[in-house]
């Protein structure tokens, strides 16, 4: 078997990103490291260079929108593809925020174990 | 005066009239006579007017008492007197009593007397005319204002009512919107808890294993999880104003898509579904995700109605509104047990519900507002223990 897809997790929310961690990781395809906050999001993201980022948008500190502007901005970390998780909005909402998330994939809280793996396979797919 | 005063003497006595008509003679006043009762209340209706009546008591078969008291009732406004010996006075005192005669000339009379009490009662008798002149116009003058206050009352009450409307959209709009604040602010506080639960028993039930128990468990926590969910994102619904995408749509596909939708509990629930389309209907100019959600409200408002099973019946007819307009009927129609009339008035109120934790009480209420946004309208039947109808009409293109 392969090398497990790192995903990196950045919630404020310790016991989602937990129980999210505990569910993905059920699958040996997965392998999932968390951060509670923005900035510590940020390091992880260069040092471990994971395959996909899940991100929160509304966080204290540093805002999801302005963490994935600084991966953007790092050649280290501009290509890896985001999934931005948020409590704040419903899914058909989404659009609205376009431009400031980008036109990125967008899961609405809470989410269901079957569709989060849904979303993470069609995100690194289209990826290949 | 202008008026020509006319006077009428009955006297079964030919020769008294002519006494009178002599004494007259040079007065401005027109002389009528009559030899009897029966032709004094002819002259009477043969001629205008008649001031004063002066009538002998005694005469064959209509006495003057009884001519007078006939005169009274049809002209009540001409002067009556009569004239009689002192053995008739019994009568004439009570016919005066009684009001139906003014006077009582006694026999044998004098022509100046006469001439002044016929003047006299001349003089009464356009006083009162035109003390009952000003009467009347009073009496006019006051029905009119009654009607003026009338109207000034329904006036007030037609404001009142139109005040007491805007201001109970007021109150609802301004509830609305606070809803919109509270659910927003609270949204993101609850969904976040929310996606823990759901997550947490998601992974409980993946290690659980066999242990059936368990599993339930999991998945009714699951459940309430979700559900918790969907009141929120209602509240975010109703709250928000988001721009409506229209477009011209068959109704009957949004029907059908909601029916697919929830064809699993109508099944379980022993509801027969009825369709009764009819044939080429106009298309209509809707946001479809708005109106199915009006109609996923109605359905799930029958399926609790109908606990014990029963029929949905869906009609969709072209029809006309009151202002004749072209519409579009769409009727669902349930078996259910109906709505109490006490409560039928309160059911698009938001939050007004019956049933328990787990209604927000908004359906229809949203419902209500997403018709109200198409230029439509939603109205609703129903009937203790036979069930209830909603009527949606829409425009069409
Ligand atoms: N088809 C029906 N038959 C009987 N009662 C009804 C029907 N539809 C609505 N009602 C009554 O009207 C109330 C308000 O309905 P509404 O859809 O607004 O709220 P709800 O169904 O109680 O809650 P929610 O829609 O948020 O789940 C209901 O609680 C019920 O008492
Ligand atoms: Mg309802």
Redesign the interface.
Known sequence: MAEPVQILMIDD?E??SF??K??LE?DPRFKVTTALRGDDGLKLAKSIKPDLILLDI?MPGMFGTEVAEKLLEDPRTKDIPIIFLT??L?K?EADEMDGRIGRREFI??????EELVIRIEATLELKK | MEETVRILFVDDEPSVLNIMERLFLFEDYEILTATSGEEGLRKFEGSPTIHIVISDYRMPEMNGVEFLEEVYKKWPDTVRMIISGYADLDAVVQAINRGHIYKFISKPWNNTEMKVTIATALERYFLRKRNRELTESLLHKNEELRQFNERLEQLVTDRTTALMQTQEQLVQSEKLAAIGILAAGI??EI??P???????T??MK??VGDNAMLQEVADRL?QA??RA?TIV?GL??YSRQNPLSFKETDITTLIDETLTFTEHELQRKNIEVIRKYADSLPRVRVDA?QIKQVFVNLLMNGIDAMPAGGSFTIRVECSENGAGKKVVQIVYADTGFGILAERIGKIFDPFFTTKDIGNTGLGLSVSKGIIDKHGGTINVESRIEEGTSFFIRLPVV
């Open positions: 929310e016991p989602f129980f999210v505990l569910n059920t509304m409590a704040a419903k058909d609405a809280k809470p989410i269901t174990k | 949204a993101h969904k976040n929310l996606a823990i639960i759901t997550m947490g998601e992974y993946s290690v699951k999880a979700l969910d994102k975010l619904s995700n």
